[in-house]
C-alpha cells in the first residue's frame, strides 16, 4: 500500500480509501450488515487501507455508527473522514429531499456546522475527525444571503483551532467555490470529487487549482461503483435502484453505456500499469468503495 500526506498536514493517510457509504444501509444500499461491515473494515486495514471515509446522510447516521464501533479501542490506527452541511427532522436549511421516512436539510451556517461535528464526534466514538469536508457547497445565490461563505469557514476554523477536527476539505465544489473559501482564510487541505474514466472533468478545472494550493484531491467512485471492474457482466440483471428525488443511482439504462465502455477498454488496458497523474503524489484518485 502506497500512503501519502494530506495537503500540507501531516496526516499519512493510505492511497486508498474505504468508501463507507454502503455500510448506512436504507434505501440506497438495503442488505447491509453490521458484522460484515465491521469485519470487511478490519480486513480492510490489515491490507493496509487506514482510512475510512464516511457522512452523517450514508444511512441517516448509520454509516459513522458502523464506523464507529469498528475502530473502537484502535482510534489511533485510522484516518477517519467524515462531512458536514446535511441533517435530518430539524426543519433548519432548504429542504433536500426525504429519506426512509425523514426530511433531509442542507445547512451552512456556523451552528449548523458546528453541530454536524458534535453529531457526527458521537456517533464515531471518538473526540476528533482526521478530515471533515463540507459535503456540498452552497449553490444557488439567494441561499448565500443566509448561509455567507464565512460563517461556514468560521466554523470549520473554531473546530480546527478547537483540535475537533485536523484538516479540512471540501466535496463536490467548482473552482469558484474553493476560490471563496481560501479568500475567507479557510485553510483547505483536500477536495474530493468524483473522478472516473467515464467522469474526467475534475483534470481541467479541479486539479489544477489543488495543485495551485497544494491541495490533495481525492477521488470517489473511481470504477463506477463496481461496474467498471469486470465483476458485473452486462448479462447480470440489476434492480433499479433510485436515489431519493428520482435521479436514477444503478440500473440497466445507466449500466449500459459503461458495460460498452468496459468492453472497448479491456484490451487495450490489460498489462497497462497505472501511474499517479500529472500533477505529482498529492492528487492520487484514492476512494474506492469495498463493501
Excluded at 471533515?132 to 445565490?141: A, I
Aim: neutral net charge; proline residues 5%.
Amino acid at each position: 500500500m502506497e500512503y501519502m500526506k494530506i495537503g500540507h498536514t501531516d496526516i499519512n493517510a493510505s492511497a486508498i480509501t474505504f468508501g463507507a457509504m454502503p455500510i448506512g444501509g436504507g434505501t440506497w444500499w438495503s442488505g447491509s450488515d453490521d458484522k460484515v461491515s465491521i469485519d470487511t473494515i478490519h480486513r480492510a486495514y490489515d491490507l493496509g487501507i487506514n482510512t475510512i471515509d464516511t457522512a452523517p446522510i450514508y444511512g441517516l447516521g448509520h454509516s459513522e455508527e458502523v464506523v464507529g464501533k469498528a475502530i473502537a479501542g484502535q482510534r489511533d490506527k485510522y484516518v477517519i473522514s467524515t462531512k458536514a452541511t446535511f441533517d435530518w427532522d430539524t426543519g433548519e436549511g432548504r429542504f433536500w429531499h426525504e429519506v426512509d421516512g425523514h426530511k433531509v436539510y442542507v445547512a451552512h451556517g456556523y451552528k449548523d456546522i458546528i453541530k454536524d461535528c458534535e453529531n457526527s464526534l458521537k456517533r464515531l466514538g471518538t473526540d476528533y475527525i482526521d478530515i471533515y469536508y463540507t459535503h456540498n457547497p452552497v449553490r444557488d445565490p439567494a441561499w448565500l444571503e443566509k448561509y455567507p461563505v464565512e460563517d461556514t469557514v468560521r466554523a470549520l476554523m473554531d473546530l480546527k483551532k478547537a483540535g475537533k477536527i485536523r484538516c479540512i476539505g471540501s466535496s463536490n465544489v467548482d473552482p469558484e467555490h474553493i476560490e471563496a473559501y481560501m479568500a475567507c482564510g479557510c485553510e483547505i487541505d483536500i477536495i474530493q470529487r468524483k473522478y472516473t474514466i467515464l467522469a474526467r472533468g475534475v483534470e481541467e478545472n479541479i486539479l489544477p487549482i489543488c495543485e495551485k494550493y497544494g491541495m490533495t484531491f481525492h477521488a470517489y467512485a473511481p470504477i463506477e461503483r463496481g461496474l467498471l471492474t469486470g465483476t458485473v457482466t452486462k448479462d447480470r440483471v440489476v434492480p433499479p435502484r433510485r436515489r431519493p428525488g428520482g435521479s436514477g443511482l444503478v440500473g440497466p439504462r445507466q449500466a449500459a453505456p459503461r458495460h460498452r465502455l468496459r468492453g472497448r477498454l479491456e484490451g487495450h488496458l490489460r498489462g497497462v500499469p497505472l501511474h499517479p497523474d500529472r500533477l505529482g503524489h498529492r492528487l492520487h484518485p484514492s476512494q474506492q468503495t469495498l463493501c
